[in-house]
Structure formats: structure tokens, C-alpha cells
Nanobody, 120 residues
Framework: QVQLAESGGGLVQAGGSLRLSCAVS??????YGWFRQAPGKEREFVAS????????DAANSVKGRFFISRDNDKNAVYLRMNRLRPEDTAVYYC???????????????WGQGTQVTVSS
């Protein structure tokens, strides 16, 4: 049974950093992504890591501040978030897929989410 479990969210001041973790159990995947959803908004793509070479991609709004990585031995995925802004406040979700593109519809498995709140 596949499960994804996020952790590491919390309350942080603007300019601070957090690292989110996603523990994946049941099997490994080709593509892992992070998405976020703020109140009243659509769930949006944040970052992805794909394939054996670990090709990464990130939304323009987080490029240069957020970095995705994975640990194949631990079957875990991480999102390092630096220089956080109040507009980064959202529930962050980990997702997994065997497809090579990062639209939301490509991901078959999702975690329950972890809340990140950035105060100004």
C-alpha cells in the first residue's frame, strides 16, 4: 500500500527557512512533486524531481528560494524553503507519479499535507 507522509511544517517569520520531508512507503516512483494550496485558491505546483538523474523543476514564484531533493535509500523527498514570504503560506502536499511531466493531473498518490504559515 502506497503512503506519503509529510512533516516539517510550522510557523516561521518572513525571511526564515523550513525543510519539509515526505516519507514514501510501499514502492518507489519516477517523479515526486510538491504542491501547495492556500485558502480559497487552487492547488498549485511548487517543485518536482524526476528520473534517475534527479532532474528538478520549480515554479517561477519559488525559483532560487525553494529546493527539492530526494534520498533514494530512505525513500524520502525534501523541500528546502528559504527566504520565506507571507504569500508562501499554504498547506504543502507531497505527490508521486510514474509520469514525466509535473501537471497536477499527472500525480496519482498524495499525502495529507502539512501547514506552513509565514508571518510578516
Amino acid at each position: 500500500q502506497v503512503q506519503l507522509a509529510e512533516s516539517g511544517g510550522g510557523l516561521v517569520q518572513a525571511g526564515g527557512s523550513l525543510r519539509l520531508s515526505c516519507a514514501v512507503s510501499g514502492r518507489t516512483f519516477i517523479n515526486y512533486g510538491w504542491f501547495r494550496q492556500a485558502p480559497g485558491k487552487e492547488r498549485e505546483f511548487v517543485a518536482s524531481i524526476t528520473g534517475s538523474a534527479g532532474r528538478t523543476d520549480a515554479a517561477n514564484s519559488v525559483k532560487g528560494r525553494f529546493f527539492i531533493s530526494r534520498d533514494n535509500d530512505k525513500n524520502a523527498v525534501y523541500l528546502r524553503m528559504n527566504r520565506l514570504r507571507p504569500e508562501d503560506t499554504a498547506v504543502y502536499y507531497c505527490a508521486a507519479s510514474d509520469k514525466y511531466y509535473n501537471q497536477k493531473s499527472a500525480y496519482d498518490f498524495w499525502g495529507q499535507g502539512t501547514q506552513v504559515t509565514v508571518s510578516s
